[in-house]
T-cell receptor
Framework: AQSVTQLGSHVSVSEGALVLLRCNYS??????LFWYVQYPNQGLQLLLK??????LVKGINGFEAEFKKSETSFHLTKPSAHMSDAAEYFC????????????FGQGTELSVKP | EAGVAQSPRYKIIEKRQSVAFWCNPI?????LYWYQQILGQGPKLLIQ????????DSQLPKDRFSAERLKGVDSTLKIQPAKLEDSAVYLC?????????????FGQGTRLTVV
């Protein structure tokens, strides 16, 4: 069965510092991977997705993620944090041969200090 | 382009009462999902529709939860009777198709509190 693990339920960085949110997946076949962001009292918004075209994926708001098959990881990074990046971030995987439904990790709350 | 619309945004009910949530997906989206997001956890799929047919309802507690998508557009999710552990945000999402790499668009959710 496919699953997603996000290391660290809370991450705090200073404004301007590097953002690194970790995601590892378990899958018997190469999955499709997604990062979503959720602002308070809002739905989820897609940041970026990996669909096997390129291992380094660039998304919105300056975020990017690198698919590393050898490490079964899909970590999310941003070179310089902004106060507006404070939100909950979810890594998710599509289940192979099971339609487009998503299996989500437990989420990482990002705080940005001035 | 209008997004996924959900109502109500908030609902407080007593245990054993019933409640219904409504979702209007993005126009032209054939696939519709209902997810349950308990505080501190990631969303969990309850049910997936393809047009007006159910694709997957394996995680739906069928003794108390029901959902329908008549005419393949709007959808309603009902809980009867509600339990305390049903307190969560219920998210509706839609996508153009059920392909693995298709982006799902989420509504703002309905926050249910069962007291």
């Amino acid at each position: 069965a496919q699953s997603v693990t996000q290391l660290g339920s809370h991450v705090s960085v200073s404004e301007g510092a590097l953002v690194l949110l970790r995601c590892n997946y378990s899958s018997s076949v190469p999955p499709y991977l997604f990062w979503y962001v959720q602002y308070p009292n809002q739905g989820l918004q897609l940041l970026l997705k990996y669909t096997s075209a390129a291992t380094l994926v660039k998304g919105i708001n300056g975020f990017e993620a690198e698919f590393k098959k050898s490490e079964t990881s899909f970590h999310l990074t941003k070179p310089s944090a902004h106060m507006s990046d404070a939100a909950e971030y979810f890594c998710a995987v599509s289940r192979y041969n099971q339609g487009g439904k998503l299996i989500f990790g437990q989420g990482t709350e990002l705080s940005v200090k001035p | 382009e209008a997004g996924v619309a959900q109502s109500p945004r908030y609902k407080i009910i007593e245990k054993r009462q019933s409640v219904a949530f409504w979702c209007n997906p993005i126009s032209g989206h054939a696939t519709l999902y209902w997810y349950q997001q308990i505080l501190g956890q990631g969303p969990k799929l309850l049910i997936q529709f393809q047009n007006n047919g159910v694709v997957d309802d394996s995680q739906l507690p069928k003794d108390r939860f029901s959902a329908e998508r008549l005419k393949g557009v709007d959808s309603t999710l009902k809980i009867q009777p509600a339990k305390l552990e049903d307190s969560a945000v219920y998210l509706c999402a839609s996508s153009f198709s059920d392909a693995m790499n298709t982006e799902a668009f989420f509504g703002q959710g309905t926050r249910l509190t069962v007291v």
